[in-house]
């Protein structure tokens, strides 16, 4: 537990490689500020160093906070931007590292309030008074045809596209995150995820999971085993946080 002001942020972790892959490539970052998923894509190897790259970025943007004084929108901003920058150089020294990409969800806590950054289909949700509320917005494909009406929230969790992004962090690219604020009330509980939960645990068994289970460290393993229980495709990283 850390204190900040008259709240208290308690936070777990946990990744699991999944049931159909031989690697990893999820990279995950937690600190009593500031947390992040970043889900690597472009291939067995290409993806850890993507996802690796962007939570580096986090690590040096967690490493700054609490030596002077930082306005949370600009700093996750620009450690996007880095990110980006990173993945880019990377490709430049390695060729076959080239079309590399990673999501990112990051959350940094101020002491009243997360700002959050969010770039891909990793996914932020708040539980608030027992109801299940997804704070980020997917950058894909499906999550467009939702918006538009075409299709269906439930039919959107088996379509054969869902994981096609419009967004992400590649080498060469430009970094446009969504940077928003979201208000953080006592009792609160946030989960930071990859699509190897999303896409597997439905949002009602989210929602009755994280209420259910109040320790953290217990709430993020049941939700690993979860997600393997339902074929674990991809591989499964979360993060609960509990204010108080």
Same mark, same amino acid.
């Given at each position: 537990m850390e204190p900040s002001g008259s709240l208290t942020l308690r936070y777990a972790v946990a990744t699991d490689?999944?049931?159909?892959?031989? !690697?990893? /490539? #999820?990279s995950v970052y937690t600190s009593s500020q500031l947390l992040a998923v970043a889900d690597g894509m472009g291939g067995h190897v290409a993806?850890?160093?993507a996802s690796s790259a962007a939570i580096a970025a986090v690590t040096e943007l967690g490493e700054r906070l609490g030596a002077g004084e930082l306005d949370?929108?600009?700093?996750?901003?620009?450690?996007?931007?880095?990110?980006?920058?990173?993945?880019?150089?990377? !490709?430049? /020294? #390695?060729?076959?590292?080239?079309?590399?990409g990673t999501t990112l969800t990051a959350m940094l806590w101020d002491g009243s309030r997360f700002v959050v950054a969010h770039v891909g289909d990793s996914r932020a949700y708040r539980l608030r008074d027992g109801e299940l509320e997804q704070i980020t917005r997917d950058h894909t494909v499906v999550q467009e045809l939702v918006d538009q009406g075409r299709i269906t929230p439930e039919a959107a969790m088996t379509h054969p596209s869902r994981s096609v992004l419009t967004r992400a962090l590649q080498s060469g690219g430009h970094a446009d995150p969504d940077v928003f604020a979201v208000d953080v009330k006592a009792g609160d509980r946030y989960l930071i995820c990859s699509d190897g939960l999303s896409d597997v645990v439905p949002p009602d068994v989210l929602e009755e999971t994280l209420g259910s289970v109040t320790d953290p460290d217990a709430v993020v393993l049941h939700l690993v085993e979860l997600a393997n229980a339902g074929g674990g495709p991809d591989n499964i990283t979360c993060v609960v946080a509990d204010i108080s």
């Open positions: 490689v999944g049931q159909r892959r031989d !690697a990893n /490539e #999820d993806g850890e160093v949370p929108a600009e700093a996750l901003t620009e450690t996007v931007t880095d990110a980006v920058q990173r993945l880019t150089d990377l !490709a430049e /020294e #390695d060729p076959a590292l080239l079309g590399m």
